[in-house]
Every structure is written in structure tokens, then in C-alpha cells.
């Protein structure tokens, strides 16, 4: 069951919601996402029968909440499906176009179809279903970063002496990147909405990791010779999460 909220509906009726099975859970979770709304999470033991009481038990709170995440998604956000994004870290402010399906085609059973080039991103299909669209939009997003993130990664690597083993581009809810015991570095492809120099001290972060695997004073000596403003880049990086479309936050 999927909520479908745009901004300028009214509150929605709460019978519609999305359902997320969690190995970790330990009790039911409501929370409100943009555009694409409630969003339960229950353990695994809980029966999903309950779901709807316990909706109508805590509707006040839940309405609240659709409230507050109103008033407070910029409005370059509150547009759905977007017309654009803006991916500050390679200065390209990005046109969306959608196209229907070929013709002689049955539009219900059409996967979309996508691709982003030159700042311009087509997409094919119909955009009726949102969390298909989110699907197609970040598997976008993440071939651009991979092309962006490949040769920043590779050129540092040989500037600073440093070796890793893969990058890996994903769409981490809390992290920009981490890098594991083998060397291996993962960047958030949603790095791409936020300011350049930001981007390059997170790639610069997880190198500094291939050599120092903790938060030292060693490693924060070396990072510093790599990235002289280290230490406020990373203050900064926390505020630069509102420059991040919040219903990517949706995407599985």
C-alpha cells in the first residue's frame, strides 16, 4: 500500500501506507516522508492486522507530522514529479524531461526507461508510480557519480601516495562513505548535491582511511596536509544535507 502526497492536498486519509518488515525492529515505527508519505516499519513478529488501530491511535501525532514536513521541504522540493536537480558538486543544474511510451504501447505494463547526459536527464514511461521513478532517477544518479567519483578517487590516490582496492557507489541514508578493512571505498552518489569542495574532502576522508582506520590524531594530521580546510569542510557537511532532495531518502 502506497500514501501519495503532494503538496498542495490536503492532509491525506491515514488507510493508505507503505510497510517495511525489519530484522532490527523491536516495535511498530510511523514516520512521514515527502511526496511519498507514511512509512510503517514493524518488527517481524508483529501482525500486520494491528497495523491500522495502531495507525488511528497515534493519528494526531501522524498528522503532525505531515505538517511539519510541509512547512519545512524547501520548495525547490515540493515539485513532483521534478523538473530538475541541481548537482552543485559538478556545477550542473540537471532538465528532467518526460517522454510517454513508444508508440503502440500498453502504457500500464511499460517499465520506465531512462538515461542523463550533458545535464540533461529523458525519462520514458509513465511517472504515475513513484517509487518506480525514485528507482529510475537514483540508478541514474549513481552511474553520473560513478563517472564523476572513478578518476577523483583514482587522481588522489596517486597525488597522495595512497592505494585502495574498489569503489563502490551507493545511496547510504547516514553516511557520504566509508571505507572497509580491505581498502575498499564506498561513496553516496548523493555527494552530487552538494558544494565541490565538500565532495572532494569526503573522497579525501575515505583515502585518508586506507592509511589510518579510525579518527586519530594521526589521521586527522593527515588529512589536513591532503585538505588544509579538513576540519571545517567537515562541519560543513552536516548542513549540506538539506541540499539533498529528501525523497531520495525514500528510495530502498
Given amino acids: ?82 523538473r530538475s536537480l541541481n548537482l552543485r558538486a559538478i556545477h550542473s543544474l540537471v532538465k528532467i524531461d518526460y517522454l510517454p511510451p513508444p508508440d503502440n504501447t500498453d502504457t500500464a505494463c511499460h517499465s520506465l526507461q531512462g538515461s542523463l547526459s550533458d545535464g540533461h536527464m529523458v525519462i520514458r514511461g509513465s511517472s504515475a508510480n513513484r517509487e518506480a521513478l525514485l528507482r529510475l532517477i537514483s540508478t541514474l544518479l549513481k552511474k553520473q557519480a560513478k563517472h564523476t567519483f572513478a578518476p577523483l578517487l583514482s587522481a588522489y590516490a596517486a597525488q597522495h601516495g595512497l592505494s585502495y582496492s574498489r569503489l563502490t557507489v551507493r545511496g547510504q541514508k547516514t553516511l557520504w562513505g566509508s571505507c572497509s578493512a580491505t581498502a575498499g571505498i564506498s561513496l553516496n552518489y548523493k555527494l552530487l548535491f552538494i558544494p565541490e569542495p565538500l565532495m572532494h574532502y569526503v573522497i579525501l576522508h575515505e583515502l585518508t582511511h586506507t592509511r589510518h582506520m579510525n579518527h586519530s590524531a594521526r589521521f586527522w594530521k593527515l588529512l589536513t596536509r591532503f585538505d588544509p580546510d579538513a576540519i571545517a569542510h567537515d562541519r560543513e557537511l552536516d548542513a549540506a544535507a538539506v541540499l539533498v532532495p529528501p525523497w531520495l531518502e525514500a528510495v530502498p
Fill in 1 to 82: 500500500m502506497q500514501l501519495e502526497m503532494a503538496f498542495d492536498e490536503a492532509l491525506p486519509q491515514l488507510t493508505e501506507y507503505t510497510v517495511k518488515v525489519s530484522k532490527r525492529a523491536r516495535s511498530v515505527n510511523f514516520r512521514v516522508r515527502p511526496l511519498t508519505g507514511l512509512e510503517v516499519t514493524v518488527p517481524r513478529w508483529f501482525p500486520k492486522r494491528d497495523i491500522p488501530a495502531l495507525i488511528t491511535e497515534h493519528s494526531e501525532w501522524i498528522k503532525d507530522q505531515f505538517d511539519k514536513v510541509n512547512s519545512s521541504t524547501p520548495p525547490e522540493f515540493r515539485e513532483w514529479p521534478p
